[in-house]
C-alpha cells in the first residue's frame, strides 16, 4: 500500500523527485538485507593480529580505509583497528597489533549475520556505538563488513566528506512522466521545454527507438532508460550527475 501510495504520489506530481527517492529507498530499506550492501570479505583489507606496528602504519596510511578487521590465523576477527588507535604510540611503537588492540580496550567486533535486514542492521550497530560490523554465515565465519556509512547512504544517498574523491556522484530515479521542470528544480538542467516530459525529451534525443538499458550522455550527466511502459513509452529512467565534493558540500 505504503509503495502504491508513492508511485501516485509521484505521477500525480504531489510529491517532488526529491521526496520519491527518499521515501523509495526508505521502503527498500527494510526489504534489503546485509549481504546486499556489504563488502565481500576477499575484496576486505584486514590486517594479522601480530602483525608488527611498522605494518599495520603503512598499510592504514596507503589505504582509502580508516579501519581494518583484524583477524587471527584461522580466519577469526579478533578487533577492528582504527588508525587512530596508533597514534598514541608513535613516538614508542608496540611490537603488534594485538598489543595496540589490547591497550586501547578495542571491544570486541559487532558480528551481524548476513541476511539480517538493513534496519535491524542499523539499529544494533547504533545500539553497539559501532562504526563497522562483521558481517557472518551461519557457521559465523566471516563473509564481509559494512560501515556505519553504507548504511546510512543506502536511506539517503551518497554522503560526501572530507576524504571522498574530488568528484561525487549523484542519481535519482525519475518517473519518465516527470517535466524537464521538476528535475531543473533538482539542479538537472535539459534542454528543451520546461513542461517536455522526461519521456518525450528521451525519445527525441536518443539516436533509436528507446529500449531499457540506453543510454543518453551530456557531458558530467547520464540518462538511462530502466522501464518502458505497456505501450513501449519510457517509464523509468536514472539520472546520474558528477559534482565536485565542494559543490555537494554546499
Known amino acids: ?11 500525480e506530481g504531489e510529491l ?5 527517492n527518499l521515501l523509495r529507498r526508505e521502503l527498500d530499506f527494510g526489504r534489503t538485507v546485509l549481504g ?11 590486517l594479522h593480529v601480530h602483525a608488527d606496528f611498522d605494518e599495520a602504519l603503512r598499510r592504514l596510511a596507503a589505504s582509502s ?17 582504527h588508525s ?21 580496550r578495542t571491544p570486541a567486533p559487532l558480528r551481524l549475520q548476513v541476511d539480517v535486514a538493513l534496519d535491524d542492521a542499523l ?18 565465519r566471516p563473509v564481509g563488513v559494512v560501515a556505519m556509512e553504507d ?35 533538482e539542479g538537472v538542467a535539459l534542454d528543451g521545454e520546461p ?20 543510454v543518453w550522455r551530456e557531458g558530467a550527466l547520464v540518462l538511462t532508460v530502466e522501464a518502458l511502459d505497456a505501450d513501449g513509452r519510457v517509464d523509468e529512467v536514472r539520472v546520474e550527475w558528477w559534482l565536485s565534493s565542494r559543490e555537494a558540500r554546499r
Not at 1 to 11: F, M, N
Not at 16 to 20: D, G, I, K, N, Q
Not at 195 to 214: N, R
Open 1 to 11: 500500500a505504503l509503495a502504491e501510495a508513492i508511485e501516485v504520489g509521484d505521477q
Open 36 to 46: 546486499q550492501v556489504m563488502v565481500p570479505w576477499p575484496r576486505v583489507e584486514r
Open 123 to 140: 539499529r544494533l550497530m547504533r545500539g553497539a556505538r559501532c562504526s563497522l560490523a562483521v558481517a557472518v554465515d551461519d557457521a559465523g
Open 151 to 185: 548504511l546510512v547512504e543506502e536511506l539517503v544517498g551518497e554522503i560526501v566528506d572530507e576524504s571522498d574523491a574530488g568528484v561525487v556522484r549523484e542519481r535519482l530515479l525519475v518517473d519518465g512522466r516527470r517535466t524537464l521542470a521538476d528535475l531543473a528544480d
Open 84 to 104: 587512530k588507535d596508533l597514534l598514541p604510540y608513535l613516538d614508542q611503537p608496540l611490537s603488534n597489533v594485538l598489543q595496540v588492540l589490547s591497550h586501547r
Open 195 to 214: 513542461d517536455l516530459t522526461v519521456a518525450d525529451f528521451l525519445a527525441g534525443a536518443l539516436p533509436e527507438p528507446p529500449t531499457p538499458g540506453a
Open 16 to 20: 517532488s523527485v526529491a521526496e520519491t
Open 65 to 81: 580505509h580508516s579501519r581494518f578487521p583484524v583477524c587471527r590465523a584461522d580466519g577469526a576477527v579478533v578487533g577492528v583497528l
